[in-house]
């Protein structure tokens, strides 16, 4: 079985500053996706970024990149020049490349942008 | 393109009653999957159907099941509501790639309250 950890409940930081959520995971699988999801408060889950595990290097889309060590299981996601929309609930998921669609999450992170 | 379209999007239901939950998914998709998302366990998987047959369950109980139809929508029963059934309770659908895992589309949730 998968296990997902994010060890920050919370997290705080200043307009256009650079944040740093951090994930650990846990899998005996070789083929997976990382995601990262983001749950404002209007409840809607929107995909902020992946991963697949093959590919060494690491995913970026704009101003959101991650960190993928997958000798030390590790997936942080970076989010630079932070913005006041970028408030939210940061979930970490893990799902297998093949078979059926299921996502382990964790915990989540709940990010606040103070202007 | 319209989203993942969950119905309704509030509901209230006294322990013991049953409830139904609906989902309708991005038009071509054909996996949809379901998650209870608590503050206390967080986001779990319920189940996923693909083509109208369930290939993943969660660890439930046998109150919570699910079906799919030939349109792909999907619906979730929970029967002989308990307080602990308090969620909200996100579907979400995957583009058509039969074997290999894609992202997950999530609707708005619908949030169930048992009283």
């Known amino acids: 079985a998968q296990t997902v950890t994010q060890s920050q409940p919370e997290m705080s930081v200043q307009e256009a500053e650079t944040v740093t959520l951090s994930c650990t995971y846990d899998?005996?699988?070789?083929?997976?996706?990382l995601f990262w999801y983001k749950q404002p408060p209007s409840r809607q889950m929107i995909l902020v970024i992946r991963q697949e595990a093959y590919k060494q290097q690491n995913a970026t889309e704009n101003r959101f990149s991650v960190n993928f060590q997958k000798a030390a299981k590790s997936f942080s996601l970076k989010i630079s020049d932070s913005q006041l929309g970028d408030t939210a609930m940061y979930f970490c998921?893990?799902?297998?490349?093949?078979?059926?669609?299921?996502?382990?999450f964790g915990q989540g992170t709940r990010l606040t942008i103070n202007p | 393109k319209a989203g993942v379209t969950q119905t309704p999007r509030y509901l209230i239901k006294t322990r013991g009653q049953q409830v139904t939950l609906s989902c309708s998914p991005i038009?071509?998709?054909?996996?949809v999957s379901w998650y209870q998302q608590t503050p206390g366990q967080g986001l779990q998987f319920l189940f996923e159907y693909f083509s109208e047959t369930q290939r993943n369950k969660g660890n439930f109980p046998g109150r919570f099941s699910g079906r799919q139809f030939s349109n792909s929508r999907s619906e979730m029963n929970v029967s002989t509501l308990e307080l602990g059934d308090s969620a909200l309770y996100l579907c979400?659908?995957?583009?058509?790639?039969?074997?290999?895992?894609?992202?997950?589309?999530f609707g708005q949730g619908t949030r169930l309250t048992v009283v």
């Open positions: 899998t005996s699988e070789s083929n997976y996706y």
């Open positions: 038009s071509g998709h054909r996996s």
């Open positions: 998921a893990f799902g297998l490349i093949q078979g059926a669609q299921k996502l382990v």
């Open positions: 979400a659908s995957s583009p058509p790639r039969e074997e290999f895992y894609t992202e997950a589309f």
